[in-house]
């Protein structure tokens, strides 16, 4: 079946640090990959997305590539601002716009 | 304003009672989805729909209705509320065919608490 596992939260960091936040999938055929980011009190919405093997998607500094043979696409960003403090999603989507989400990872960002 | 709007943002109600979830959007996407976000789950599909009239069940169903006689809306019935259902539910949308994108866009969400 397709599924999503992303770590665990909360990820504590201060201000100008380095984010790592692993996601890995499984998944028959070729899905596209995504980042959704959930502000407080708000929907989520797309912070990037890689249709295909090796694509990196990019915004607002986050990067993220997708590895077919280690099936994951991990989040990164290489200096995190507080403005950045909220929940991201990894996810995939397979068929007939089917998607499958992670659990859904806190980052709390300390000045 | 364009966009997918979720009503009420928020809901008490009691173990029991008949509520409905309403979500409108204005893109005339044709998919359309219903979430459930709940503490260590993260989002989980109740229903979702490609079109007006064509609906199917998610991971989580059961004490769900869902119907969609127009494309720009697609209300969520719980036709007697129990405490398990509690949560932040989401509406969502997708253009569909050879032009999806594959973006959800998400609605800002509905806290119902059942008492």
């Known amino acids: 079946g397709n599924s999503v596992t992303q770590m665990e939260g909360p990820v504590t960091l201060s201000e100008e640090a380095f984010l790592t936040i692993n996601c890995t999938y499984t998944a028959t055929g070729y899905p596209s990959l995504f980042w959704y980011v959930q502000y407080p009190g708000e929907g989520l919405q797309l912070l990037l997305k890689a249709t295909k093997a090796d694509d990196k998607g990019s915004n607002k500094g986050f990067e993220a590539t997708y590895r077919k043979e280690t099936t994951s696409f991990h989040l990164e960003k290489g200096s995190v601002q507080v403005s950045d403090s909220a929940v991201y999603f990894c996810a995939l989507r397979h068929n007939f716009n089917k998607f499958y989400f992670g659990s859904g990872t806190k980052l709390n960002v300390k000045p | 304003d364009a966009g997918i709007t979720q009503s009420p943002r928020y809901k008490i109600t009691e173990t029991g009672r008949q509520v409905t979830l309403m979500c409108h959007q204005t893109w005339s996407h044709s998919y359309m989805f219903w979430y459930r976000q709940d503490l260590g789950h993260g989002l989980r599909l109740i229903y979702y729909?490609?079109?007006?009239?064509?609906?199917d069940k998610g991971e989580v169903p059961d004490g769900y209705v869902v119907s969609r006689s127009k494309t720009e809306n697609f209300p969520l019935t719980l036709e007697s509320a129990t405490r398990s259902q509690t949560s932040v539910y989401f509406c969502?949308?997708?253009?569909?065919?050879?032009?999806?994108?594959?973006?959800?866009?998400f609605g800002e969400g509905s806290r119902l608490t059942v008492l």
């Open positions: 969502a949308s997708s253009t569909g065919g050879s032009a999806n994108t594959g973006e959800l866009f």
């Open positions: 729909s490609a079109a007006a009239d064509i609906t």
